[in-house]
């Protein structure tokens, strides 16, 4: 079944010059990039993205790292969207493990993540758990003319797009 994902390049993955090995690590996949933005990360999307988080204790922590404050203010991250069979799965495969130490060697957090010595995890990128966290993370991220295949169904209001 196709499924799509939001695949985040995190702002330590961006410092750190990773964007190109990610990328090329989810093209060797049969995974297809629909869509692709650099972000800059305000609080309100960071927030907004991570609302499922709120009431644990790395909460404000993790808003800061996503935003960039753990890496001099770098504050970019490059959004993807990829869709295809058991997008989901064959995402979560690539990532490996949220916590970097716990990562099989081959996958990105295991390659490239570190938990620093203050205990945060550098884990490089997102990606979306499921499919339904990836609808609303991509229609969250991405509006319907920013993805080059109608992955959602779409109205026009006054010859604007919108997701339904």
Do not use: C
């Amino acid at each position: 079944m196709t499924e799509h994902i939001l695949v985040i390049i995190k702002p330590d993955g961006m410092l750190k010059g990773h964007a190109g090995h990610v990328l090329a690590r989810f093209e060797e996949t049969d995974l297809v990039l629909v869509g692709g933005r650099v972000v800059k990360v305000t609080r309100t999307l960071a927030e907004t993205h991570y609302a499922h988080l709120k009431d644990k204790p790395f909460f404000a922590e993790l808003i800061r790292f996503l935003m960039g404050e753990f890496h001099d203010n770098h504050d970019m991250v490059l959004a993807l969207v990829f869709s295809g069979d058991d997008a989901v799965k064959q995402g979560r495969a690539i990532a490996g493990a949220t916590n970097p130490e716990l990562a099989e060697p081959h996958s990105i957090r295991g390659s490239l993540g570190r938990v620093t010595t203050k205990g945060v995890f550098e884990n490089v990128i997102h990606v979306s758990s499921d499919p339904v966290e990836g609808e609303r993370e991509i229609k969250l991220w991405f509006a319907p003319d920013e993805v080059a295949r109608e992955i959602f169904p779409v109205k026009n209001i006054n010859g604007r797009k919108e997701w339904l």
